[in-house]
């Protein structure tokens, strides 16, 4: 059957209507009338893919990825750049008009960097596969729990790219090559590290083929066997620090592979500076800096001349911002403490009483319970870094309507390009 594309949805499937329902196509774009093939039928909606397309939209090229379409990694390369932040910038628009009756009194210029080869972490699944006889890295298969057979990915930086082939046959060579469930990577400014999770011990041999892998490539090399705490450098002897820096605020920050940082460094410095000056801070100034992780906006508004204090649910980030603080010489501008911001009327809100400022960088679930406790007499000036417009938009909807704020910008932040994920930037003043 054919369909006519009228828009795409926030997962870039495109949406027309077959039949008086709703159908979300993949690999279909607004304009276009596409041959479907269904994949799925409910009493609402259905969901199908496109098998040919008449009249291509403008927007659409040729993926740069052989695997797009299998790929659950990027579902957006059939889109030019352009286009693809004008959805974005559309998915946030809708979401805070729809969900939090907002409007920003000005959308700002979206925060970019490069579309390939900026992923400096990413978690590559590896399955040996025993009808095929070989291991294979990489990404899932989109919607199911399959390894992509992939051997390049473009958004990998492209030397992590490029060990792709070699992973495989490593992995292959290991006496436990059926319980190695993944590999993480994280590419810092001085070192690369690869830590292979393990469900066994392994052999004598297998430890040194992955010493071997670690200095033919210059690659850290770490195993871990269990929780977190289990993770145990194998290559090289000496310990290694990884490090990503925020050139422009002369700031470097130590992290740990199993601790939160923002995947793309290019666009995090950019979002960074951002968040510096929509907060127009002043020497002196209190600014609470909330689900601070390792202080990666925190010391960035210390190195601006304010005062700071940093909340976080998790010990070890705390200690880590701490360390950083210390590393950038600037812990007597920074305070941080450990607190579950999820908890409405937490004690540690005390330590709010007193803020000129606050910027805010939740998880997905938002920070309802924190917004409602903010109530009127919160501070004079909120920027909320989000990684979900759903929540931000609901959170924007508490802080205008309840607590008398106005929405003064709003942009969208493009940290996964390729990818229909959306992250923002939003800024509000009493
Ligand atoms: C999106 S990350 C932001 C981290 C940091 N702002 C950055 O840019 O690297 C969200 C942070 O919220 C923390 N978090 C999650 N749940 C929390 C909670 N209930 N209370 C406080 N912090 C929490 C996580 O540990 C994580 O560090």
């Known amino acids: 059957m054919e369909v006519l594309i009228e828009s795409v949805d926030h997962e870039a499937r495109g949406i027309g209507r077959h039949e008086d329902k709703v159908i979300f196509v993949d690999n279909a774009l607004p304009q276009e009338t596409v041959g479907v093939e269904i994949k799925r039928r409910k009493p609402s909606f259905e969901t199908g893919v496109s098998t040919y397309i008449n009249s291509p939209s403008s927007s659409r090229i040729k993926p740069k990825c052989s695997y797009f379409g299998v790929c659950g990694g990027c579902s957006f390369q059939h889109v030019n750049s352009k286009t693809q932040i004008a959805i974005k910038q559309r998915v946030l628009e809708d979401a805070l008009s729809r969900i939090g009756k907002v409007h920003p009194e000005q959308m700002l210029s979206p925060i970019c960097g490069p579309t390939f080869n900026y992923r ?113 450098q194998i290559y090289p002897k000496l310990p290694v620090a990884l490090t990503y820096s925020i050139p422009d605020m002369n700031l470097t920050f130590e992290f740990g592979l199993s601790e939160f940082t923002q995947v793309n460094t290019d666009v995090n410095s950019v979002l960074v500076r951002r968040a510096i000056n929509l907060l127009k801070l002043q020497p002196g100034e209190r600014v609470a800096d909330l689900f601070c992780g390792l202080g990666n906006f925190s010391l960035a508004i210390a190195r601006s001349g304010a005062e700071v204090v940093g909340l976080e649910a998790n010990q070890e980030l705390i200690d880590r911002a701490t360390g950083n603080a210390a590393r950038n010489q600037l812990s007597d501008r920074c305070e941080f403490l450990v607190a579950n911001l999820f908890i409405e009327g937490c004690p540690a809100y005390q330590a709010l009483r007193d803020i000129d400022k606050l910027l805010i960088d939740p998880p997905r679930d938002g920070a309802m319970e924190l917004i409602k406790s903010i109530g009127i007499n919160g501070p004079k000036k909120i920027v909320y870094v989000s990684c979900n417009p759903a929540t931000l938009a609901r959170d924007a909807g508490i802080l205008v309507h309840e607590h008398g704020y106005r929405l003064t910008s709003a942009s969208i932040v493009n940290m996964f390009p390729n990818t229909s994920h959306v992250e923002s930037i939003a800024s509000f003043e009493k």
């Not at 399959?146 to 060579?173: F, N, Q």
């Open 120 to 232: 400096s972490r990413a978690r590559l699944s590896s399955r040996y596969v025993i009808k095929k006889e070989k291991a294979l890295v990489g990404f899932r298969e989109k919607g199911k729990s399959y390894v992509v057979d992939m051997v390049s990915c473009e958004v990998l930086p492209k030397h992590i790219s490029a060990l792709l082939p070699v992973l495989r046959s490593l992995v292959d060579s290991f006496s436990i090559r059926e319980r190695v469930p993944q590999i993480e990577v994280a590419c810092g400014d001085a070192v690369d590290v690869l830590a292979f999770r393990i469900l066994e011990d392994l052999a004598e041999d297998d430890v040194k083929a992955l010493k071997q892998f670690g200095e033919k490539h210059d690659v850290v090399i770490f195993t871990q066997r269990g929780g977190p705490g289990t993770l145990s």
